[in-house]
């Protein structure tokens, strides 16, 4: 390596391999450097309060709004973004049926193997 001032912390690995500190962060496969944003720092808050997921699902329901409050959303240009929000919608409520399923199995095992924290919690809940 031209940088002498680099310690190879790991000697067994190659010599083409540089562990050097991490100055930026990921997001699933995409890392995020000054080299792709001109602001890692404020892309990192940004993405911690407004996942990118949630940010393309408001494009989204905004373009999908758009386009049927224009008509244009049997366009062959919109009709795959609408047939794909439509699938989302599903997934979402598939998996917010999953989770309400798994809360009753738990509050139910809750109920059965824990009387006392049941009762607690049902006078909790109805306050």
Same mark, same amino acid.
């Given at each position: 390596m ?7 912390w ?7 391999? &540089? ?16 080299a ?8 990192r808050?940004?993405?911690?309060r407004?996942?990118?997921g949630?940010?393309?699902?408001? #494009?989204? *329901?905004?373009?999908?709004?758009l ?5 244009? &959303? ?14 989302? &919608? ?23 193997? *824990? ?5 607690? #919690?049902? &006078?909790?809940?109805?306050?």
């Amino acid at each position: 390596m031209s940088d002498l001032s680099f310690t190879n912390w790991f000697p067994w690995l190659p010599a083409s391999v &540089d562990e050097r500190f991490n100055n930026g962060w990921t997001f699933g496969n995409v890392y995020v450097t000054q080299a792709n944003s001109a602001s890692p720092e404020a892309e990192r808050e940004i993405v911690g309060r407004y996942s990118y997921g949630r940010q393309i699902g408001r #494009l989204t *329901d905004a373009v999908v709004a758009l386009a049927e409050a224009s008509g244009l &959303d049997g366009d062959p240009k919109i009709q795959p973004l609408v047939e794909m929000a439509g699938e989302i &919608d599903a997934m979402k409520k598939r998996a917010a049926q999953r989770r309400s399923a798994q809360l009753l199995e738990e509050l139910k095992a809750l109920k059965r193997d *824990d009387p006392q924290a049941w009762a607690a #919690l049902i &006078d909790a809940v109805g306050r």
